[in-house]
């Protein structure tokens, strides 16, 4: 169990550029989840996938954020055309497909917009 | 919708002091119960959890009991480490029949225990 990856771990954009954060979870969890957290809130849900579909998505996960997770195991999540407000902690979490399984999270990815 | 309230921090308590931190939901049905530490640089780890109401979750001394007549979750411990300082979240998963896993966090309380 090498436990969920996140790259980078840090990344700093400007304004209106385009970001992508990876995210690998542990080998044996077709649940993936990315969360974002700003400072000193509790993370909140994006988006959710089970194997290669994405099955549930927040209403923070506006039109220019995209997730895909294409072979079902590691995942992409996008960001267009960056904003102030996109500045946060990225969190992804990978689960198994058990009913009431905790949910292991990554280190994250910190994004900072100049 | 689902909702978590936790005490507001910053909390801060000598070695060997007895730990509440009071956590409350409002969830339709039988959501699952989560316990989350966070240390300073680091992700979130999962500290306990309970799936059904009079469970009680423990783990490095830390201990929570799903109370569903009160909707609470508190998290306690008999006597706190330097090594506990951390923000600790409070959250919860809906019921299984809901078909949703996200998770709902509360705003996170931080602890700081001084020797």
């Known amino acids: 169990d090498t436990g969920v990856s996140q790259n980078p771990r840090h990344k700093i954009t400007k304004r209106g550029q385009n970001v992508t954060f990876r995210c690998d979870p542990i080998s044996e969890h077709n649940r993936l989840y990315w969360y974002r957290q700003t400072l000193g809130q509790g993370p909140e849900f994006l988006t959710y996938f089970q194997n290669e579909a994405q099955l549930e998505k927040s209403r923070l996960l506006s039109d220019r954020f995209s997730a895909e997770r294409p072979k079902g195991s590691f995942s992409t999540l996008e960001i267009q055309r960056t904003e102030q407000g996109d500045s946060a902690m990225y969190l992804c979490?990978?689960?198994?497909?058990?009913?009431?399984?905790?949910?292991?999270f990554g280190d994250g990815t910190r994004l900072s917009i100049l | 919708g689902n909702s978590v309230t936790q005490m507001e921090g910053p909390v801060t308590l000598s070695e060997e002091a007895f730990l509440t931190i009071n956590c409350t939901y409002t969830a339709t049905g039988y959501p699952s119960l989560f316990w989350y530490v966070q240390y300073p640089g680091e992700g979130l780890q999962l500290l306990l959890k309970a799936t059904k109401a009079d469970d009680k979750g423990s783990n490095k001394g830390f201990e929570a009991t799903y109370r569903k007549e009160t909707t609470s979750f508190h998290l306690e411990k008999g006597s706190v480490q330097v090594s506990d300082s951390a923000v600790y979240f409070c959250?919860?998963?809906?019921?299984?029949?809901?078909?949703?896993?996200?998770?709902?966090f509360g705003k996170g309380t931080k602890l700081s225990v001084i020797p």
């Open positions: 979490a990978s689960s198994t497909g058990q009913s009431n399984q905790p949910q292991h």
């Open positions: 959250a919860l998963t809906p019921y299984s029949g809901a078909g949703s896993y996200q998770l709902t």
